[in-house]
């Protein structure tokens, strides 16, 4: 697979850790500029980044998952595959109840809900898998604010793992809100 999602390191690790079953979407600056963000892949891996990851968008318990960038290259282990996708509740009170989906902070919620609110914010509900770790150099055509990236390399997704239970995953699902 060669195909991979940008999202924060902090995040990744939360949904590795079986603690995050849910990304919140409205696209980078590149995909803002045009109509938000576009749910182009059904199945990816994940590109940890480490551009705009701020502690202070973090739960404190969940703080300690902000660490410092590995300079010149990327550790993939990491595969998702969405359940569902669908705009978030349009009463951000509702997510915030649901704070126990995720590690995200209400400072946070309440960022995604208020940039660009001409732009659809997506609630994408997704299956993650482990799969063995691969480290890949960093390359210049992964720079930038934006959500996908078609990597250069394929990783192999074979003997990928769910890294949660079937129970687990569908109670964590359960809590988000429609």
């Given amino acids: 697979m060669d195909v991979a999602l940008k999202e924060w390191a902090s995040l990744v690790e939360a949904i590795e850790q079986g603690r995050q079953v849910a990304l919140l979407r409205k696209g980078g600056i590149v995909e803002a500029a045009r109509s938000g963000f576009t749910l182009r892949h ?3 891996l994940f590109y940890p ?3 705009h990851q701020h502690a202070a968008m973090i739960r404190p318990e969940w703080q300690g ?5 590995e300079p010149g290259v990327i550790r993939v ?6 359940d569902e996708a669908f705009p978030a509740p349009a009463d951000r009170g509702a997510l915030l109840e649901a704070g126990e989906a995720f590690v ?8 995604r809900y208020d940039y660009r609110p001409d732009l659809p914010l997506w609630l994408i509900v997704i299956r993650a898998y482990r799969i ?4 890949l150099p960093e390359r210049g055509s992964y720079a930038g604010c934006k959500s ?3 990597l250069t390399d394929d990783v192999s997704i074979e003997g990928a793992v769910p890294v949660l239970s079937d129970t687990e995953y569908d109670f964590r699902k359960s809590v988000l809100p429609r």
Avoid: D, I
Wanted: no cysteine; proline share 3%; glycine share 0%.
């Fill in 42 to 44: 059904r199945e990816f």
């Fill in 49 to 51: 980044t480490y551009e």
């Fill in 65 to 69: 998952l902000v660490k410092a960038p």
């Fill in 77 to 82: 282990s990491l595969l998702a595959k969405v």
């Fill in 104 to 111: 995200w902070n209400e400072a946070f919620v309440n960022l």
């Fill in 132 to 135: 063995a770790e691969v480290v």
């Fill in 148 to 150: 996908w990236v078609n």
